[in-house]
T-cell receptor, first 109, second 112 residues
Framework: KNEVEQSPQNLTAQEGEFITINCSYSVGISALHWLQQHPGGGIVSLFMLSSGKKKHGRLIATINIQEKHSSLHITASHPRDSAVYICAVKVPTGNQFYFGTGTSLTVIP | SQTIHQWPATLVQPVGSPLSLECTVEGTSNPNLYWYRQAAGRGLQLLFYSVGIGQISSEVPQNLSASRPQDRQFILSSKKLLLSDSGFYLC???????????FGPGTRLTVT
């Protein structure tokens, strides 16, 4: 069983739709990281959070520590948002992150 | 600002040949450095991380090795590649253990 589970695995949306990607984890964490991987493979850091909510442009990330769950929301989705979104958690000890397998998002014009 | 470089971008190597992938970071000092592999359809797998020059921690037993000869240089090597070594290799850095990780552009390795 993976320490980090993401849902859905694949998501197709129409341009303009509100999108939610979910991440659940089974270990105690000190922080959670949302990443975006473009079709060419490059990975970009979106958010790192340990509580509450963060917003950057059309992206919003929330985390509920008690429920061990985080969501990534995209408002007014656009085809350029098409990418794989990856959730990773940092455990309190050591230096590594545990990664989910990603959610592949396709936004259709 | 900080920049992370990886090369080469793509590599095709025969089974049994050696491997050397290089990663360098600019604009920061004493970063934590990481090597990840992403197999097709799989999540990122941590291979090695380093908290300082000459300090390497291995997370997965394998025929790969890593070295950090300079503060901002991280090298992934193999003496003899296996078919199972094919994948997308990513280098990343962070300011410390609990900080955001920033990824390089990756190297796509195909072992034939």
């Amino acid at each position: 069983k993976n320490e980090v589970e993401q849902s859905p695995q694949n998501l197709t949306a129409q341009e303009g739709e509100f999108i939610t990607i979910n991440c659940s984890y089974s270990v105690g964490i000190s922080a959670l990281h949302w990443l975006q991987q473009h079709p060419g493979g490059g990975i970009v850091s979106l958010f790192m959070l340990s509580s509450g909510k963060k917003k950057h442009g059309r992206l919003i990330a929330t985390i509920n520590i008690q429920e061990k769950h985080s969501s990534l929301h995209i408002t007014a989705s656009h085809p350029r948002d098409s990418a794989v979104y990856i959730c990773a958690v940092k455990v309190p000890t050591g230096n590594q992150f545990y990664f989910g397998t990603g959610t592949s998002l396709t936004v259709i014009p | 600002s900080q920049t992370i470089h990886q090369w080469p971008a793509t590599l095709v190597q025969p089974v049994g040949s050696p491997l050397s992938l290089e990663c360098t970071v600019e604009g920061t000092s004493n970063p934590n450095l990481y090597w990840y592999r992403q197999a097709a359809g799989r999540g990122l797998q941590l291979l090695f991380y380093s908290v300082g020059i000459g300090q390497i921690s291995s997370e997965v037993p394998q025929n790969l090795s890593a070295s950090r000869p300079q503060d901002r240089q991280f090298i992934l090597s193999s003496k003899k590649l296996l078919l199972s070594d094919s994948g997308f290799y990513l280098c990343a850095w962070s300011a410390g253990g609990g900080y955001e990780q920033y990824f390089g552009p990756g190297t796509r390795l195909t072992v034939t």
